[in-house]
């Protein structure tokens, strides 16, 4: 009887809710990487959108205007990942924040031995589990050309949202039926496992340019972001995961339902390659144990009690609300209340 009910609700949304088409064809024409997608699957995307829109609460903090196109290119960006997946794939949270760029939320958290750390740095983009998405628009522009910047900002941030909707972020998302854990866990442990020996030692031999890894040496980091870094890669140059690890590839293919790939064009592919891969990254960012200091897992195992954010504003992630950081919040969630947090640090491919 619900599944009725939430189907009948979601044909009534779009019955009764519509983007302009001169909206969505500027918002389309943005994002290079939809070529790829047939007229019948651009408009599941749309529809997709639409009822994105009407779940979450797009709004901006320190009083940023988030304008109809900017939360069109954002909803779009994050509904590609669930094109084929369920539903409700980002049910259990209201939210996506918009900075107009870099932040600095000041993170107070307590480890498993009652000392509390406190993590205060500027960064692109994050987001929480059971919380709001959090993203640098300035960022998002940015990144919204992935052979130039060489990474997908709004696809990071929510395939962490995925990987979060079976409990903190690991790396390992709510596979779809059918689908061996077991084997997605082998493969992936795998190919993280040679991705950062490959790391290490281009970092350790220099960074040279002419071994520079394709994939951003941030994906290193965790098991995590290397399952939201892939994420970007998989939808932003399909051809370069595929050739880089074929049996990853195959696992992220199999849970999101497609395979851009096997449709794509190998242009994409050189394009990538002549623009130096991972030496769009600046040897400035740091090697990748410093990024490690800076990152989500600096955290480890942790209970988070509150968040400042760079506005002044305090807020628990869990029960943010729709109306944004300008607004009064209410009081932070109890230590008890485990969150995980996984953020892209400022500066990722800067």
């Not at 009725?4 to 009534?12: D, G, P, S």
């Amino acid at each position: 009887m619900w599944e009725r009910f939430l189907a009948w609700r979601r044909r009534r949304i779009l019955a009764t809710h519509a983007l302009p088409d001169e909206l969505w064809d500027e918002a389309i024409g943005m994002l290079d990487f939809l070529a790829l997608y047939r007229d019948d699957e651009v408009q599941a995307l749309r529809d997709r959108v639409v009822l994105f829109l009407q779940d979450k609460s797009i709004v901006g903090a320190q009083e940023f205007t988030v304008t109809p196109l900017m939360r069109v290119v954002i909803a779009i960006q994050a509904c590609v990942l669930v094109l084929y997946l369920e539903p409700d794939a980002y049910a259990g949270w209201s939210n996506v924040v918009v900075y107009p760029d870099e932040f600095r939320p000041r993170i107070e958290y307590e480890d498993e031995a009652g000392v509390v750390h406190v993590r205060d740095h500027e960064i692109a983009g994050e987001a929480w589990e059971g919380g709001p998405v959090l993203l640098s628009w300035a960022d998002v522009e940015r990144s919204r050309d992935f052979s130039a910047a060489g990474m997908n900002l709004v696809i990071h941030e929510f395939a962490h949202k995925l990987d979060m909707k079976n409990g903190a972020p690991d790396g390992i998302p709510g596979l779809r039926p059918g689908m061996s854990a077991r084997a997605w866990q082998r493969v992936a442990e795998a190919a993280y496992t040679d991705f950062v020996r490959r790391v290490e030692a281009w970092e350790a031999a220099g960074e040279p340019e002419a071994d520079a890894p394709l994939i951003d040496p941030y994906a290193a980091d965790a098991p995590e972001e290397f399952f939201a870094v892939c994420s970007e890669v998989f939808f932003a140059a399909p051809e370069v995961l595929r050739d880089a690890y074929p049996e990853y590839h195959a696992q992220l293919a199999a849970y999101y339902g497609q395979d851009l790939a096997a449709r794509g064009d190998a242009s994409v592919l050189q394009e990538f390659r002549r623009m130096g891969g991972a030496q769009r990254y600046p040897s400035s960012r740091g090697s990748i144990n410093a990024r490690r200091s800076r990152g989500s897992q600096d955290q480890g195992d942790t209970r988070t009690r509150s968040v400042v954010a760079d506005d002044g504003y305090r807020y628990a992630p869990p029960i943010l609300r729709p109306y944004g950081l300008g607004s009064a919040l209410p009081t932070p969630a109890p230590a008890s209340r485990r969150r995980s947090v996984s953020s892209t640090p400022r500066g990722r491919w800067r």
